[in-house]
């Protein structure tokens, strides 16, 4: 198959490359090791930042559903309906507008605008003949607009993209050796280029933990010294499926995790995502899927070991994340991502560097740290899905 969407190049990384920054290199060192999300992300789409907050504009066509809001219903000649006061589709009707219920298939016309104020629209009623009535909590969609000869042009529509923020966080992981330490033969090698493998892996385990877990606050933030947090992937996502609340709780079957795939994971977006998930759903998938895994290394992970779930809905790229056999409940859950949708961000001029001699005049040692200023920008959220608490399958 072609390389994974949103990731530059394909193919594995090969013995010539040359990693440009310290993010590359933990990649070239350790692709499938604590950090695997963000050795994708140094293959992937970087974009600099001028200032710790960054925003972007999220955008998506409305659904253009309504809702009926009447305990006694309606017959099949009333043509003033009250609908649900959460019915984000009553500014897009229009007069002219033709209106569908699902439920009966009866054909309205709107004979005026949407009554937003009160949440009504104005309807002619079953335009194909007939005489079908509503129920309460009827559902009805706006399918398309029918124009009488010679008409005027219908009433203008818009409708405005939601901005999103988040802010870089400056992660910093110091390591230190004695004068005295750097002097000693040891039969396990240099002890400076040892800590600084080290601190490496650790620098990156750190990011990428607060790009999963972390939560976007601004602490201080009219002070000189303000403190960021940047939000993470657990906390910024909305599309979360928790199978606590199924009528069975934690369980989720074969024919239900299908069910979730066609109708959530890959209703928006991309019809191929990365699932990091914990050994129990891994377990769980392995069992309800033998049949459709193909497990194979696939083209363009650059060193991370992916296993195919092939659907009807889309594919699933599943790798087991190392760190959630670490941290205490992730064991029962899955992170599903939209590669495309995903951005690393940094701030200009503070990708991670190593930055040398940060010891006192006065130390007899050596001190260095790793320095980054960064963060995680999903450009739209309901390509992104979280599952939680699958605990087994019925």
């Given amino acids: 198959m072609a390389g994974i969407n949103g990731l530059r190049g394909t193919g594995q990384f090969g013995t010539d490359f040359r990693p440009t920054n310290y993010r590359e290199l933990y990649t070239l060192l350790e692709p499938n090791g604590s950090a695997p999300l963000n050795a994708l992300l140094s293959m992937g789409s970087s974009q600099s930042t001028d200032d710790p907050k960054y925003n972007n504009f999220r955008d998506e066509l409305p659904d253009r559903k309504l809702k009926i809001n009447n305990g006694s219903g309606y017959n099949a000649t009333a043509t003033t309906l009250q609908l649900d006061t959460n019915d984000a589709g009553v500014p897009f009707v229009v007069a002219g507008s033709i209106v569908v219920n699902s439920r009966t298939g009866e054909v309205m ?3 005026a605008a949407g009554d937003t104020a009160n949440h009504r629209i104005t309807v002619a009623r079953n335009i194909a003949g007939g005489s079908l009535t509503i129920n309460d909590n009827d559902d009805l969609f706006i399918a ?29 992981t110091a390591f230190e050796v004695s004068n005295t330490l750097k002097q000693t033969f040891r039969r396990t090698g240099d002890a400076e280029d040892e800590y600084m493998t080290k601190a490496l892996k650790m620098h990156m385990s750190d990011i ?3 790009m999963f877990f972390g939560k976007k606050v601004e602490e201080s933030g009219s002070t000189a010294t303000p403190r960021r947090y940047t939000g993470g992937i657990m906390n910024e996502i909305t599309n979360v499926l928790d199978q606590a609340s199924n009528s069975s709780a934690n369980v989720l079957s074969e024919t239900g995790f299908d069910n979730l795939l066609s109708d959530t994971v890959f209703a928006f977006g991309s019809k191929q995502k990365i699932a990091f998930c914990g050994t129990t759903c891994a377990n769980l998938l392995q069992q309800i899927g033998k049949a459709r895994w193909q497990p ?14 092939s659907t009807y809905a889309g594919e699933l790229l599943v790798h087991v994340h190392p760190q959630f056999r670490q941290i205490p409940g992730m064991a029962n859950d899955m992170v599903i991502i939209d590669f495309p949708f995903l951005k690393y961000r940094f701030l200009e001029g503070r990708d991670t560097t190593l930055l040398q001699n940060r010891q006192t005049a ?7 740290e790793y320095l980054t200023e960064c963060g995680l920008e999903l450009m739209q959220d309901k390509v992104h899905s979280v599952i939680k608490n699958w605990n087994s399958l019925s």
């Fill in 109 to 111: 016309r709107a004979t």
């Fill in 144 to 172: 398309g607009f029918a124009a009488s000869e010679g008409d005027t042009s219908p009433d203008a529509l818009s409708f405005d993209p939601s901005v999103a923020f988040n802010f870089t966080q400056i992660f910093r």
């Fill in 208 to 210: 990428e933990r607060a």
């Fill in 296 to 309: 194979t290394v696939v083209t363009g992970t650059y060193g991370i070991n992916f296993t195919k779930y």
């Fill in 362 to 368: 006065d130390k007899d040692a050596s001190k260095h």
